[in-house]
């Protein structure tokens, strides 16, 4: 019996880099097999390749022992090629309900047998595989209004409502909870009982172990191994994926915690934030710990003037500031690299240049506001050098870098700014373990530096393994401070579910 889908020498190239070097990759109907690499290794590039959205590669594609063509997004849904992409703004359009984002296929392919949509029908078929998928999201809700998790559901429905043989999932688990994740991982197994073969991109590891029972590993755009995912470890994938030995994940650098920096008294934020005091020390760096949808996300953006009915106090150096919108906030001396980073925190369509100095442009302005570029091209160059940031040139526009580096780019900008706090919510997802060290090491040397650091995450190994004090968020409010060496991740999750000591 011949392999369901082969990917044999695939290579592509793009302006200063080969992101594809005769990369191959094979998997059959049934199958949960996981493509995993370091960022930038070509993972993504290689799954857009067989999803038709990029055209300019050699090499060949068979689909049951046929050679097949596929240059374009409509030759791959012929085939039954599916695909959830990570970034979900950029693949839904909010001014739509959920209804019409799931059926927009559907939509699509039947423009030209009727000059009438059946809206009663697309809300009723969508309703189905939200009912099916145990989403509990009206079909008739705008995106715009959804969660980040709900936004990624979404998009999974769409893909399941047409047929499709071969599903793609780059970092579907990303945004979602625990219970959110079991609940795409059954969906998953729904699917191999039908015998989809999905391909499942992800940066948590141990998850691979859980859902997938094959595993490729991709370097620098080319193939370097298959298992069985029972026959290697994770330390073996890891060093697959490098090249070398991963070392201590979290680094140990010596600092010194000094006096308080930031005050947080009653903060407030309709009923998303719920009176929640914290404050943070220089040199300190503090965890807001907690679930997908605790409210940690919907905290950070109070702080940084990014949410619209704010109450409460803040306290920078003693004296009380109210940013109303995050420019205030950026001058008063706060930085903050957001989670969903290509709808906030970079620019996708400009280039590194622009997005390095974006926050912090009158340090590269001479006379009559004309820009300084030979001060932002050697800015620039130094903090690729530093983050370790995989680029062509600085010319290169950021949608053309993966997920980790324009990550880089994005706590890099604020870097330029020298702030004095410093706001990470969920820095390292969708980061693979090398560059998650090189983040880790990054924040650490700002609290050396004397800068308080807030690092929000759902990652509760990372709160242990980084922080020195974590406020545990919960519906919203702070249910628990705690010293980090003091707990276990088990005590993080305790508290993080809503337990409370007796």
């Given at each position: ?83 959830v992409y990570q970034e979900v703004d950029t693949a839904l359009i909010p001014y739509l309900t959920v209804g019409e984002n799931i059926m927009l ?398």
């Open positions: 019996m011949s392999i369901a889908l082969q990917m044999k020498d695939i290579t592509i190239d793009f302006p200063g880099v080969r992101a594809l070097d005769q990369a191959t990759f094979q998997i059959d109907s049934g199958d949960v097999h996981a493509l995993i690499g370091a960022n930038g290794a070509g993972k993504s590039t290689l799954m857009k390749v067989l999803s038709g959205a990029y055209t300019h590669y050699s090499g060949t594609i068979v689909i049951d022992g046929k050679q097949v063509e596929i240059r374009s997004p409509k030759d791959a849904k012929a085939h039954g090629i599916q695909i296929n559907h939509l699509v392919s039947d423009m030209g047998k009727s000059q009438w949509v059946n809206y009663q029908k697309i809300h009723q078929e969508a309703s189905r595989v939200l009912e099916d998928l145990r989403i509990n999201v009206s079909s008739k809700q705008l995106v715009s209004s959804l969660t980040l998790a709900e936004k990624q559901m979404v998009l999974i429905a769409r893909a399941i409502s047409s047929k499709c043989r071969f599903l793609i999932l780059d970092e579907p688990t990303a945004p979602l909870s625990t219970a959110e994740t079991d609940q795409l991982f059954r969906i998953v197994r729904k699917l191999q009982e039908e015998h989809v073969a999905v391909i499942f991109i992800s940066h948590r590891l141990q998850e691979l172990f859980e859902i997938c029972n094959y595993i490729t590993v991709m370097r620098n755009g080319r193939f370097i191994s298959e298992d069985t995912i029972q026959s290697v470890t994770v330390n073996e994938i890891v060093e697959k994926m490098l090249g070398k030995k991963m070392d201590e994940q979290f680094p140990v650098i010596e600092k010194t915690t000094g006096e308080s920096i930031l005050e947080v008294n009653r903060l407030r934020d309709a009923d998303k934030v719920n009176d929640v005091s914290f404050h943070v020390r220089s040199g300190e760096v503090i965890g807001l710990a907690g679930l997908v949808g605790a409210g940690k996300t919907e905290i950070c953006k109070a702080l940084f003037g990014a949410s619209e009915k704010v109450e409460g106090s803040i306290t920078l150096h003693g004296k009380r500031i109210k940013p109303k919108i995050p420019a205030h906030a950026a001058k008063a001396g706060l930085a903050f690299v957001p989670e969903e980073r290509r709808k906030e925190g970079i620019l996708v369509e400009e280039d590194v240049v622009t997005n390095m100095t974006s926050a912090n442009l009158k340090d590269f302005t001479r006379f009559f506001s004309f820009l300084n570029f030979s001060k932002e091209r050697k800015v620039t160059s130094q903090m690729v050098e530093r983050l370790g940031v995989k680029t062509p040139t600085i010319e290169t526009k950021l949608q053309n870098l993966s997920g980790g580096n324009q990550q880089k780019v994005a706590i890099g900008k604020w870097l330029v700014t020298d702030a004095d706090v410093y706001i990470f919510d969920e820095p390292t997802k969708g980061v693979d373990v090398g560059s998650k060290k090189d983040i880790f090491t990054l924040i650490l040397e700002l609290a050396k530096r004397g800068k308080a650091i807030i690092y929000a995450s759902s990652e509760l190994a990372e709160i242990k393994g980084i922080t020195d004090r974590a406020y545990i968020i919960f519906d919203g409010k702070v249910v628990k401070e705690v010293n980090t060496k003091d707990v276990t991740e088990e005590d993080l999750l305790f508290y993080s579910t809503g337990g409370r000591d007796e």
